[in-house]
């Protein structure tokens, strides 16, 4: 039996024993998403465990954790408060409505994975990869630091004397044990994380110390408590959120929204999954489970979320591999919630900081400064750029901003790479031989290599060693030859692909005197499916 446990689910003991450990460290991280949101943190928690579970069986990328997430936890501020002023007063239904609109948001999710939306992931350049993973760095640590306040009267304080040099000898010593176990090989039977989880914890219970726990953290925030029961369905939703016009005028741009952050982050993470397990997932797949996740989670009470790279990356470290890890971590939640709260609110929250400052360390392209006078300085201005504006804003202005920024260095750069090469045949044909790729960003340049009032009678212009790539650069084309034409001058063009060719064809009837067909003409396809073109030119011909 044994022997057929380990062929089947190879990895046994690692998942599990990381699942555990992933399990601990989501416990604050959705409780403190879920205050972030204005919602109860059994809703994080509850989120945190149907998403989990959801996408480690049918997601794309086994090994790679999601739950409630801080990126979607700031977008979900506004639409509770709005929708808690929606209803009559007193009534507060903004976490009916934060529900309707991670339900809609799973449906938008699907959608992208049924269009198969998930692989343009790939178009994502390496700066902007560099600058989400320390964007993301700096926005965990920074999430941090709010556990070294504590509440008095009501208000956030920093800790300080004996209490700010315990947590942060705790954090230390955390830290410390995660750094120095893997050297001495002692961590062959337990992860690093969960051995000093528990070393921490079991020094803090015996020595009375008197610091912050998990139990402490929740009832700060206003929580009652870790324990609870089975997710409910939300049957009281239908009755209190009219589904209406105006109800989905108002959940719907927040519902992109997130569902446009959480695809975003869910495959940024899966991306960097598979660059630390040199394995390939499928970003397809994972758009439709986080979607299938979100439907379930807003119709049990949870407030929606994506792939989390933090604890990703703590259960990849702890060697955590496949789907079992996920489905550990999960249910490992749920067990917490149901039976193990008591002891589980008796762990320091500095023993948990202390693991996350070890995943910021571990997900900071350190790299990165390594390489800043070896890269163009274009993608180290995006570097930065994406990094600070995940701090500052959020991870899909950031990713949207980074891909745009490095589209338009290389439309740039490409631009300037168009050349003309001239040069005048025995009989006084003017030839131009054009190299580079020829596009909207180099039209320009393109029309200054010709000289239509100065040229002789006979031109010609040869596109063997230039690539024609969209619409605006067929159109400088044809403006070209009219251009010539106006000057009662004759002109061919030669070495275009046949599909180029067969949109001249369309455009103008004269292009079939114009073009000189030739067996070595280009092969690649023009900003279209091949599909979309005849196989034959036959069909243009009048």
């Not at 639409?79 to 009559?88: F, K, Y």
């Not at 991670?102 to 998930?118: R, T």
């Not at 870790?226 to 109800?247: A, D, H, I, R, Y």
């Not at 044909?429 to 960003?441: D, M, N, R, S």
Request: net charge neutral; hydrophobic share 50%.
């Amino acid at each position: 039996m044994t022997e057929f446990i380990s062929k089947r689910l190879p990895n046994v003991k690692n998942d599990v024993l990381s699942g555990i450990t992933v399990a601990l460290a989501l416990v604050p991280e959705a409780v403190a998403f879920a205050f972030v949101a204005g919602v109860d943190p059994l809703v994080g928690l509850y989120a945190a465990f149907m998403i989990g579970l959801i996408t480690s069986v049918f997601g794309g990328r086994p090994g790679m954790i999601s739950g409630a997430t801080g990126a979607l936890a700031v977008v979900m501020v506004s639409l509770v408060a709005r929708g808690n002023d929606m209803g009559a007063p007193g009534e507060n239904l903004g976490l009916y409505y934060l529900f309707a609109t991670v339900i809609l948001m799973g449906f938008i999710q699907i959608m992208a994975g049924v269009l198969k939306l998930g692989k343009f992931v790939r178009l994502i350049p390496h700066p902007v990869m560099m600058g989400f993973v320390n964007g993301l760095a700096i926005v965990i640590f920074l999430s941090q630091l709010g556990m070294f306040k504590k509440t008095i009267g009501g208000e956030k304080v920093w800790l300080q004397g004996m209490e700010l040099y315990l947590m942060m000898g705790l954090v230390g010593l955390t830290m410390l044990m995660m750094w120095v176990l893997p050297k001495f090989k002692l961590t062959s039977k337990l992860p690093e994380a969960l051995l000093a989880i528990l070393t921490i914890s079991a020094i803090a219970i015996f020595f009375n110390f008197d610091v912050a726990t998990v139990g402490s953290f929740i009832r700060d925030g206003g929580g009652e408590g870790l324990k609870g029961g089975l997710p409910m369905f939300q049957l009281e939703m239908f009755s209190k959120v009219p589904f209406n016009w105006t109800t989905i005028k108002f959940i719907f741009p927040y519902a992109l929204i997130l569902a446009a952050i959480g695809l975003i982050e869910s495959l940024m993470t899966l991306n960097l999954i598979d660059e630390l397990t040199d394995t390939r997932g499928n970003g397809n797949k994972e758009c439709v489970a986080q979607g299938s996740a979100n439907i379930i989670t807003g119709l049990f009470g949870g407030m929606g979320g994506c792939a989390m790279i933090g604890q990703s990356i703590i259960n990849i470290k702890s060697g955590g591999r496949g789907r079992l890890s996920g489905i550990v971590a999960a249910l490992t939640l749920l067990a917490f919630i149901l039976f193990a709260s008591a002891y589980i609110e008796q762990v320091p929250i500095a023993a948990l900081v202390g693991v996350m400052f070890m995943v910021v360390v571990g997900t900071f392209a350190w790299s990165s400064f390594r390489i800043i006078n070896k890269v163009p300085r274009s993608d180290v201005f995006v570097i930065i750029l994406v990094s600070a504006l995940t701090v500052i804003f959020d991870l899909a202005i950031a990713v949207f901003a980074g891909v745009i920024v490095s589209a338009l260095v290389f439309s740039w750069e490409n631009a300037k790479r168009i050349r003309a090469r001239k040069r005048i045949n025995e009989d006084g044909t003017k030839v131009y031989e054009i190299w580079g790729p020829l596009f909207f960003g180099s039209i320009t340049a393109f029309n200054e290599k010709f000289d239509a009032k100065n040229d002789p009678d006979h031109i010609e212009i040869d596109f063997v060693e230039s690539r024609i790539s969209d619409h605006s650069a067929l159109e400088a084309i044809l403006n070209l030859v009219k251009k010539y034409e106006a000057e009662n001058k004759t002109i061919h063009l030669k070495h275009l692909s046949e599909e180029c060719k067969a949109l001249l064809y369309k455009s103008d009837p004269r292009f079939y005197q114009i073009i000189i067909n030739d067996i070595d003409d280009p092969r690649y396809h023009l900003a279209a499916n091949p599909e979309e073109f005849p196989k034959s030119l036959s069909e243009y011909h009048l």
